[in-house]
């Protein structure tokens, strides 16, 4: 048989070392292929295989997220099952619950909240409240007995953040912060570049995350909590904070206010911020509610440059790897970020291990929150307390 001579053999190697897939196909012997199945089995899909035990879930607060991200995630998951509902609008949680084949006598209010304690169905809650009332339902699910997957800024406060965290120990249940890119393979590559030094030693994170935001929205609700460092900029600053692997010990922060847009009456609509590692990497990052969209990083470390197009998108991400002037483009699997998100929890509280973003990891960044809104009050760097 003869052998072509290997084009590119530096590249080759690039790649082996990084793990990145060559992108370039090389077509192989040609042979007439079977045009269907035997016994129309397609022999490419696997049949799942039954799970032991599936863990129960309650979805608190049935808004964008939960009806267009999270609910239909269920169908993805192996191990998760939605079993119960919170909602204040009784017609509309009755409406889902009739979809997901969810018992009507699981629907609750936020009143009668804290009477899922009775219920052995739900293994765990998922809190998808306005920030502002994360804390609040979070102590009061844990004090019921169940695990809570909040989502993500945890709270808005480090004092509610505390108690949540405390909630979680008297009650000895698990709480995991929502941050569902730790859990898709391309920002997981990107931590694992990171760590074992394939871009050399971090000088520079930057990370932009940004977007229109209508109203009325949550978002733009200062009594809600909400903003644009606490709504997109977290995604920026908790991927500097675990591409470095660091904590930061200061900030320096500007917001813009436009007075002529209404939108922001109580919230910032853009903020740019710095943050400051002990190993000297600096993070230059951005968010905004006014812009068409942008969610990216670049890593650009002594000898490479990582970057994410897409990063923190619910999928389409692009991870590139560029090193003397070469550049590897991992093709990755994507997945459902909340499916395996889903999963993940429920194997923590199955196997009874502790989740990879528990209440301290939602903790860390809202304490760097309140530092990057006291330095844009103040206009000078805002050392972030350990
Ligand atoms: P929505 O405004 O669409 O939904 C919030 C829901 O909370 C409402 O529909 C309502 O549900 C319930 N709610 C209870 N009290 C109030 C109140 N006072 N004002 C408004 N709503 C209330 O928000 P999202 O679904 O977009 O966001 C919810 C949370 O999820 C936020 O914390 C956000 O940061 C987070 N999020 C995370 C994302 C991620 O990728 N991880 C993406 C998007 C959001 P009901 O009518 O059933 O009572």
Not at 68 to 89: D, M, N, Q, T, Y
Not at 226 to 243: F, K, Q
Not at 275 to 298: I, K
Request: aromatic residues 6%.
């Amino acid at each position: 048989m003869h052998a072509f001579p290997d084009p590119h053999p530096d590249r080759r190697r690039f790649l082996a070392m990084t793990g990145a897939t060559i992108l370039t196909s090389q077509a192989g012997a040609a042979q007439d292929p079977p045009l269907a199945p035997p016994d129309k089995q397609p022999p490419h899909v696997r049949v799942p295989e039954p799970v032991a035990k599936t863990v129960g879930w309650a979805v608190v607060g049935l808004g964008q997220l939960a009806l267009e991200e999270v609910l239909p995630a269920f169908a993805k998951c192996r191990l998760s099952k939605p079993v119960a509902l919170v909602s204040g609008h009784p017609d509309k949680a009755k409406k889902v619950a009739a979809v997901y084949g969810i018992d009507p006598k699981n629907v609750y209010d936020y009143e009668n909240y804290d009477t899922i304690a009775k219920n052995p169905q739900v293994d765990v809650i998922y809190v998808i409240l306005p920030n502002s009332l994360h804390a609040e339902y979070t102590v009061r699910g844990l004090k019921a007995g169940k695990h809570v997957l909040c989502e993500k800024p945890m709270a808005a406060t480090v004092a509610e953040c505390e108690r949540m965290i405390a909630a979680g120990k008297e009650a000895k249940r698990k709480l995991m912060i929502a941050y569902r890119l730790r859990h898709e393979p391309f920002n997981r590559t990107a931590i694992d570049l990171c760590r074992k030094g394939e871009v050399g030693k971090i000088k520079l994170i930057t990370a932009s995350n940004g977007q229109d935001t209508k109203a009325p929205n949550i978002r733009l609700s200062k009594a809600l909590a909400g903003g644009p460092v606490e709504d997109v900029g977290v995604y920026c600053l908790n991927a500097a904070r675990y591409l470095t692997g660091e904590e930061p010990t200061e900030v320096t922060a500007v917001a813009v206010r436009p007075k002529d847009d209404p939108r922001f009456r109580e919230v910032a609509e853009s903020v740019a911020f710095t943050l400051r590692f002990p190993s000297g990497t600096v993070a230059v990052c951005d968010c905004s509610f006014g812009v068409a969209g942008v969610r990216r990083y670049t890593v650009q470390g002594a000898a490479a440059t990582l970057s994410m197009d897409g990063a923190f998108g619910y999928a389409g991400q692009e991870l590139v790897l560029e090193k003397d002037k070469r550049k590897a483009k991992f093709d990755l699997s994507p997945v459902n970020h909340f499916a395996a998100e889903m999963d993940y929890f429920s194997t923590c509280v199955l196997k009874n291990e502790n989740p990879l973003t528990p209440g301290e990891e939602g903790l860390a960044d809202v304490r760097a929150i309140i530092a990057i809104a006291e330095a844009t009050r103040t206009g000078r760097p805002v050392p972030i307390p350990r």
